[in-house]
Nanobody, 124 residues
């Protein structure tokens, strides 16, 4: 069982930056691939980024955030970080952290554990 708690959301102006954190419980955190998804009002949840287990050597990003967002992990702290730069109003959404045992994945159905979400709002 893994419990995930997101933090770091808030209100920022367009062009600004935020860093989201996702803290995980459990001693086997390093064995989980981690992902971020987001859901804007009236829209379906969409994939944002994912990082492989253990060393986190593999990452994959949605085209909409590629070059602006960076996902990393610190296994000693049981935490993943989503650094978001050059934020745009269309990045406004609730951001969810997710975990799965096994290989990197990009669809929500492939993840087993989810956090409660953190709101990110970007003003124009």
């Amino acid at each position: 069982q893994v419990q995930l708690v997101e933090s770091g959301g808030g209100l920022v102006q367009a062009g600004g930056s935020l860093r989201l954190s996702c803290a995980a419980s459990g001693r086997t955190f390093s064995g989980y691939s981690m992902g971020w998804f987001r859901q804007a009002p009236g829209k379906e949840r969409e994939f944002v980024a994912t990082i492989s287990s253990w060393s986190g050597e593999n990452t994959y990003y949605a085209d909409s955030v590629k070059g602006r967002f960076t996902l990393s992990r610190d296994n000693a702290k049981n935490t993943v970080y989503l650094q978001m730069n050059s934020l745009k109003p269309e990045d406004t959404a609730v951001y969810y952290c997710a975990a799965r045992l096994g290989r990197i994945a990009t669809t929500g159905a492939q993840f087993d554990y989810w956090g409660q979400g953190t709101q990110v709002s970007v003003s124009s």
